[in-house]
């Protein structure tokens, strides 16, 4: 019904081939555009760098959010390369592990400018590159979770920080819609990630999730690449400002 043919799209966050990122950037692929993928760093590049090239990913570049430059050296070779974006998927987040552990409000303040910064800021950042690379018009997305609506038992300070991802994400969508860039977050249910494991009680998590979804099953990175691929495509562009619950209705159960 869509293609994706012709289209640039920019994966972060595939960690391995169990990472949402990686079933967005294999839904993108199958739907005919062209990947940038990047990895975390070296120890990760033994992991990604397989998968990109399985996918024929005609940029592939290392990238850590806190290293000053990283990130617009990535863009640096969008630019040179393509000379244009069309779509950007960000599905990064981190919390040091005795701030994600512990209660909110005994957050310290640098974990908290940490979570904040790589989970939220950095997909500012990443659509302010983006930007002048999407003269026609483009997709921005980003990952959240229910956690950012509802108390969820162990996610922690992850759950004002998705909120925060959310609200930037509305913001965003305002800013940018007149130049015909969407903005979007794509909300998964609770899945097996590496990223999810450092959630503590992580497997009780998922079992409650499965029992309280309306198709009695969780969702899987398919879906959510499914959802992506369609956001990125020109029948979406009138749609923005959207969290998408991926979730088999378990994010509308009491």
């Known amino acids: 019904?869509?293609?994706?043919?012709?289209?640039?799209?920019?994966?972060?966050?595939?960690?391995?081939?169990?990472?949402?990122?990686?079933?967005?950037?294999?839904?993108?692929?199958?739907?005919?555009?062209?990947?940038?993928?990047?990895?975390?760093?070296?120890?990760?590049?033994?992991?990604?760098?397989p998968l990109a090239e399985r996918l024929g990913a005609e940029i592939m570049a290392p990238l850590?959010?806190?290293?000053?430059?990283?990130?617009?050296?990535?863009?640096?070779?969008?630019?040179?390369?393509?000379?244009r974006l069309d779509t950007l998927l960000h599905s990064?987040?981190?919390a040091p592990r005795q701030d994600l552990h512990g209660r909110v409000i005994d957050c310290s303040p640098e974990g908290f400018g940490m979570a904040m910064d790589i989970s939220v800021h950095s997909f500012l950042r990443m659509i302010r590159l983006a930007e002048p690379l999407m003269p026609d018009g483009g997709t921005c997305m980003a990952v959240s979770f229910f956690g950012s609506a509802?108390?969820?038992?162990?996610?922690?300070?992850?759950?004002?920080?998705k909120a925060a991802l959310e609200s930037a994400v509305r913001y965003a969508a305002a800013e940018l819609g007149p130049k015909g860039i969407s903005v979007h977050a794509l909300s998964p249910g609770p899945?097996?990630?590496?990223?999810?494991?450092?959630?503590?009680?992580?497997?009780?998590?998922?079992?409650?999730?499965?029992e309280r979804a309306l198709t009695s099953q969780l969702a899987t990175i398919e879906d959510v690449g499914a959802v992506a691929a369609f956001l990125a495509s020109r029948e979406a562009k009138n749609l923005t400002g959207g969290v998408h619950p991926i979730d088999g209705g378990y994010s509308i159960t009491a």
């Open 1 to 49: 019904m869509f293609s994706l043919v012709g289209q640039k799209a920019l994966v972060v966050g595939i960690a391995n081939d169990s990472s949402i990122a990686w079933g967005c950037a294999q839904a993108l692929k199958a739907q005919g555009a062209d990947l940038a993928v990047t990895w975390l760093n070296d120890r990760a590049e033994a992991h990604v760098r």
């Open 64 to 83: 850590d959010v806190t290293r000053p430059g990283e990130l617009e050296a990535v863009f640096a070779q969008i630019a040179e390369r393509w000379g």
């Open 92 to 94: 990064i987040a981190f």
């Open 150 to 161: 509802r108390v969820v038992d162990h996610y922690n300070i992850m759950g004002p920080v």
């Open 191 to 210: 899945l097996a990630t590496r990223a999810a494991s450092g959630i503590g009680h992580f497997d009780e998590l998922l079992r409650k999730a499965a």
